[in-house]
């Protein structure tokens, strides 16, 4: 049964069809007025056939039990509802969308008590008592999320700073050193272990940057400022990070990293590849080889340090070496600790 948004507009467009009764809709019609609609909506332009809006009239009867008759004028057949009030959308929820509203509100309350999403609450508890859907069931997904993280009392004003396109005046304290005041033209927020980060062009440091991150757990005041905004007109976001793990992008060439991983970890890692652009080299019965296309930056040293017992990086040779340092830096750490 098909529940898709294509699926949704044909439903409407025959609803519409169904309840007027100012003319005769058979099955021409009815795929004429889907197509419409799919065009409209879409921009769809090849349509459907007729076998599709039958099966479609077939779902509707399923799921809405749809008031539908079928009279015959010669040898065709016009469709309408047997009473002309009658509407899917004056109808009550099914079991089924019940059931999917329930699951998406036990969702949405993951967000309750979080400074930037105060308004939920009013509309979560709107939906809990019109549909009653409160305490009927246990929630069956589950998010990783830290409600007490510091910074998030400001996610809200900065998210509509975005949106507006309006500069901020940022206080900034990075860890062991002095707050400074940032004059920030925001883009873009992103959420990275379960921290968030704001990116931005840094009016002090746009000569020498396109972007700068700054972690909303060190920013300790922001002031709307009256300045004229500078638009990012260079970089798409959404490829932004393409080539890294993480939200640390440096401006350096993509390496070519090679990872001999033993096979006891290997599915873990294939099930959830570290990185978008992994592939295998090479398998044997002790060790499995990938190869991996990304800029090299902390967060991937972090990911690596996780694995260190397990794997063998065999390429580039400046990586190895400074996992290697860290690698001993963390044991030298760790025995002293152990000797005192």
Known sequence: MATNKHAQIRYQALDNCFRNPSRRYYIEDLIEECNKALLDQTGIIDGVKERQVRQDISDMESIWNIPLVKPRDGKKAYYHYEDMRYSINNQPLNETEINQLKETIYMLNRFKGMPQFSWMEEILARFESTFKLRGTTTSIVGFEHNPYLKGLNLFSDIFNAIVNKQPLNITYKKFEKESKQYTFHPYFLKQYNNRWFLFGLCDHLKEKKSVTNLALDRIEQIVYTNIPYIENNNIEFNEYF?????????????????????????????????????????????????????????????????????????????????????????????????QM
């Open 242 to 338: 393409e080539d890294v793990i993480g939200v640390t992008v440096y401006e350096k060439e993509i390496e070519r990293i090679i990872l001999e991983i033993d096979n006891i970890l290997f599915p873990y890692v294939e099930t959830k590849p570290l990185h978008g652009s992994q592939k295998i080299r090479e398998r044997n019965q002790q060790t499995t080889t990938i190869e991996l296309s990304l800029i090299i930056n902390y967060e991937l040293e972090n990911l690596l340090l996780g694995y260190i017992d397990k794997i063998r990086i065999m390429e580039p040779e400046h990586l190895r070496e400074k996992m290697i340092t860290r690698a001993k830096e963390a044991i030298e750490r760790n025995s002293e600790t152990m």
